[in-house]
């Protein structure tokens, strides 16, 4: 069978799978902001090629010099402020209109599900969009450009970004909900993912020994790729929307 013949197939299969289910959940990475122009972690321009995750993404890198790390944070928020849901985010934001019980489960701290729609939304890795005061522990969001570092409006305590560091826990609520929700998917869909940071990689071996049917959507295969039901190969702006009436 030809690639675009099996590639139609599987996208009629996966368009019956969501019109009969009623459980149905999504995990994305990065991969699903890419078309908006959001840089990815792993790609050939992805920022961990340019730069070493020690050195920003850790409680210890914070610990050792908050400038250096909030520089890198505002640059990130300066580059992602202007940037906008593509169709891939916009058809999740209406498959949760045409299935209310969808849960959608993101990787992405840059906010753009938000922004296109989605509302049963579960932000494992926290958002670059809230600060969180290392002192008073208050969070807020906060869209203006921060000084650097930031402090805190009500204490003076050094604010941080409300994301998760490596060698940091998951919020357990939030973690909870996810395994919750990928347990009881009858269909999950794995869109721009890696799938090699912990534990969010586990929600979909989690959905696949719950008995899920699964669908992965990447440019490139992945360690997932020969565990899903289905692959679609190419871009998620391209592919989601083919898979809503
Ligand atoms: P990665 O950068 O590791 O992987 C992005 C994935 O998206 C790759 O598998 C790409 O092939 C795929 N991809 C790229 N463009 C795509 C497109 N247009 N359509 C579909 N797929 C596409 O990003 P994540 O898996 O999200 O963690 O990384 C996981 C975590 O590692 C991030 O949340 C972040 C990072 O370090 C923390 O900051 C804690």
């Avoid at 050195?55 to 250096?68: G, H």
């Avoid at 721009?192 to 959507?217: D, F, H, M, N």
């Amino acid at each position: 069978m030809k690639q675009t013949d099996m590639s139609r197939k599987i996208l009629e299969q996966a368009r019956e799978r969501l019109d009969q289910a009623v459980e149905i959940a999504a995990l994305t990475g990065a991969g699903i902001s890419a078309e908006s122009g959001v840089p990815t972690f792993r790609g050939a321009d992805g920022l961990w090629r340019q730069h070493r995750m020690e050195d920003l993404a850790t409680p210890e890198a914070f610990q050792r010099d908050p400038r250096l790390v909030w520089t890198w944070y505002n640059w990130r928020r300066a580059l992602i402020a202007d940037k906008t849901p593509n169709p891939g985010h916009l058809a999740l934001a209406r498959l949760e209109r045409l299935k209310p019980a969808f849960q959608l489960i993101t990787q992405n701290v840059d906010g753009l599900h938000q922004l296109a729609g989605s509302r049963n939304l579960l932000e494992i890795h926290g958002s670059i969009w809230r600060v969180r005061c290392t002192v008073c522990g208050q969070r807020r969001i906060e869209r203006n450009t921060l000084a650097n570092p930031p402090s805190c409006p009500a204490c003076q305590g050094l604010l941080r970004p409300d994301v998760v560091w490596f060698g940091e826990a998951l919020a357990t609520d939030r973690l909870d909900a996810a395994f919750r929700a990928v347990s009881q998917a009858e269909v999950l869909l794995v869109v721009g993912t890696s799938g090699l940071v912990q534990p969010a990689a586990s929600l979909a071996w989690q959905a696949k020994r719950s008995g899920a049917w699964i669908l992965e959507i990447n440019i490139e295969p992945t360690p997932f790729s020969e565990h899903a039901d289905a692959v679609l190969p190419g871009p998620a702006g391209r592919i989601l929307p083919q898979l809503l009436p």
